[in-house]
């Protein structure tokens, strides 16, 4: 464990070195200057949130409007519209936001989620284009290494559960991916999962530390100290492809051959659609400058997020959102949540 902690360190500190030192703060301010457009924006951008203050995505939005004031003569002000679980806020970014430029909804995987199970075809993704790639967490199963699953793979683990069905406990929160990833594995595995609710992951962790559950369900944020410590082992991340601060760690679509386990904290800068053309273009490189900054994506990492970006352009994070919420449809469809 030692060597992975040392690993992860290894990996945060290369993360934190600047892209490149070509261009200045200075030159990205000018650079950007020369894009904007003349009569945008004359008033604060809004940065719209829609959970309360002080969570995750508030926190997000507020370093990134810190870091777009830093490229920008610009004021960003962060507002969270919250209410019916996220519903309010996206519903408002859907329908009522106007495509000027001026509101930005900083975003993640449960805006199609609402789409998809509240909206009931009033609204959807669609109506929303894409400026940024954030950054995302993905879900993992953790084990203890004092408990059963102390020196066992996801394989060894899926095999328990299929050989021992109704004896392997889970950590999970109800109805969102985390229950979802343990009836993926149970399906994968031929056998059933305990599945013990908790409100949170980090509530999750503490059983799986007391020795309540065999399994945790979380992300990084919610257990990096007790990973560091050597009391906990990561065994899969529900991640298209191993990720850059865990290298060593399996995905569950490659031990247990599948496709449709992927479950993050994916997040995404939007505007409402139909925001003119050179606005939306301008936004697009304020953002991509901000989120380049090393210093933002150092604050980044600290919550245990990841930064790599693999997408060219906004057109590219649109079709990446496009992908991840049939994936969703496709698992909400095939368990009956939602009619075919």
């Known amino acids: 464990m030692r060597r992975i902690v040392a690993l992860l360190v290894l990996v945060l500190l290369a993360g934190a070195l600047p892209a490149s030192s070509a261009e200045t703060v200075a030159d990205t301010r000018a650079r950007l200057a020369a894009l904007k457009p003349k009569d945008f ?39 969270n519209k919250t209410g019916g679980a996220g519903f309010i806020g996206h519903t408002y970014l859907a329908t009522q936001a106007k495509p000027d430029g001026y509101t930005v909804g900083v975003l993640a995987g449960g805006v199609w989620s609402d789409a998809m199970q509240k909206a009931k075809d009033k609204w959807s993704h669609k109506n929303f284009e894409a400026v940024a790639f954030i950054n995302y967490a993905p879900v993992t199963w953790i084990v203890s290494t004092e408990g059963r699953f102390k020196d066992k793979s996801l394989k060894d683990v899926a095999a328990a559960i299929k050989r021992e069905p109704g004896t392997v406990k889970a950590a999970i929160v109800p109805s969102i991916s985390f229950e979802f990833l343990a009836e993926q594995v149970e399906t994968k595995a031929g056998g059933k999962v305990v599945k013990v609710p908790f409100q949170g992951g980090a509530p999750g962790v503490t059983a799986l530390l007391g020795g309540h559950v065999d399994i945790a369900t979380g992300f990084l944020s919610e257990y990096r100290g007790h990973l560091e410590a050597d009391k906990v082992k990561v065994v899969a991340t529900a991640a298209e492809q191993r990720t850059s601060d865990m290298p060593q760690v399996p995905t569950f679509n490659e031990v247990l051959g599948a496709k449709n386990m992927v479950w993050s904290a994916w997040r995404f800068a939007a505007v409402p659609r139909g925001v003119p053309a050179d606005r939306k273009k301008y936004l697009e490189a304020v953002l991509a400058a901000a989120l380049r900054d090393p210093e933002l ?19 590219a994070v649109d079709a990446a959102i496009d992908k991840l919420a049939a994936l969703e449809r496709e698992f909400l469809a095939g368990t009956g949540r939602l009619a075919k």
């Open 41 to 79: 924006p004359t008033q604060p951008l809004e940065f719209v949130v829609v959970y309360p203050a002080g969570g995750g995505m508030d926190t997000t939005a507020r370093l990134l409007g810190k870091y777009v004031e830093k490229y920008t003569d610009h004021r960003v002000v962060v507002v």
């Open 297 to 315: 994506q150092a604050e980044y990492r600290k919550t245990g997020s990841i930064v790599d970006n693999p997408y060219a352009n906004a057109a």
